[in-house]
T-cell receptor, first 111, second 110 residues
Framework: EPEVTQTPSHQVTQMGQEVILRCVPI?????FYWYRQILGQKVEFLVS????????KSEIFDDQFSVERPDGSNFTLKIRSTKLEDSAMYFC?????????FGEGSRLTVL | EDQVTQSPEALRLQEGESSSLNCSYT??????LFWYRQDPGKGPEFLFT???AGEEKEKERLKATLTKKESFLHITAPKPEDSATYLC???????????FGAGTTVTVRA
């Protein structure tokens, strides 16, 4: 069964460092998303990506964040200068329309 | 802005004790309402999509229903392996992103 894969599963970084989280969405999917979940809180939308461009972004997705689809299979989230409050689980998701399928997440810990 | 409220926050059940979870929503035109299951430290796992009031979907011991303002997830004769957080999310008619509720954490004791 096709699945969304994410790497790394856990990353620890120092405040101010750049982080890149990687995702391989399901191959025939057209819409790609990043969500985050701070420990004990709800899953929050960050950004959606369609047809090689951002289709929507939330208020959380400020200038410190960027997304890329560098080739036909990968989808990345970059945080340029991490802050303590960026510590969370980051989930990649993909879909055609309707239901989204999520990866297992990348846990980011900022010290 | 889309709003999704789930209740209760937590539910402790004995094995075999049926119960229901509630998801009330406010959205500017509903494209779909989704239920996901989330295990600790894992990503949400898709369960159901409901598109219109009156629709019902079933999967094993789970049954989801939809009205114009809320959805219910019924768990019939639960087993310990049904222990998880159940998330409700809505998708508005003008985009494809999901807006999630905070979830209901279900614990089923043997």
């Amino acid at each position: 069964e096709p699945e969304v894969t994410q790497t790394p599963s856990h990353q620890v970084t120092q405040m101010g460092q750049e982080v890149i989280l990687r995702c391989v969405p399901i191959s025939n999917h057209l819409y790609f998303y990043w969500y985050r979940q701070i420990l004990g809180q709800k899953v929050e939308f960050l950004v959606s990506f369609y047809n090689n461009e951002i289709s929507e972004k939330s208020e959380i997705f400020d200038d410190q964040f960027s997304v890329e689809r560098p080739d036909g299979s990968n989808f990345t989230l970059k945080i340029r200068s991490t802050k303590l409050e960026d510590s969370a689980m980051y989930f990649c998701a993909s879909g055609i329309t309707g239901e989204l399928f999520f990866g297992e997440g990348s846990r980011l810990t900022v010290l | 802005e889309d709003q999704v409220t789930q209740s209760p926050e937590a539910l402790r059940l004995q094995e075999g004790e049926s119960s229901s979870l509630n998801c009330s929503y406010t959205v500017s035109g509903l494209r779909g309402l989704f239920w996901y299951r989330q295990d600790p430290g894992k990503g949400p796992e898709f369960l159901f999509t409901l598109y219109s009031a009156g629709e019902e979907k079933e999967k094993e011991r789970l049954k989801a229903t939809l009205t114009k303002k809320e959805s219910f997830l019924h768990i019939t004769a639960p087993k310990p392996e049904d222990s998880a957080t159940y998330l409700c999310a809505v998708q508005a008619s003008n985009d494809y992103k999901l807006s999630f509720g905070a979830g209901t954490t279900v614990t089923v004791r043997a």
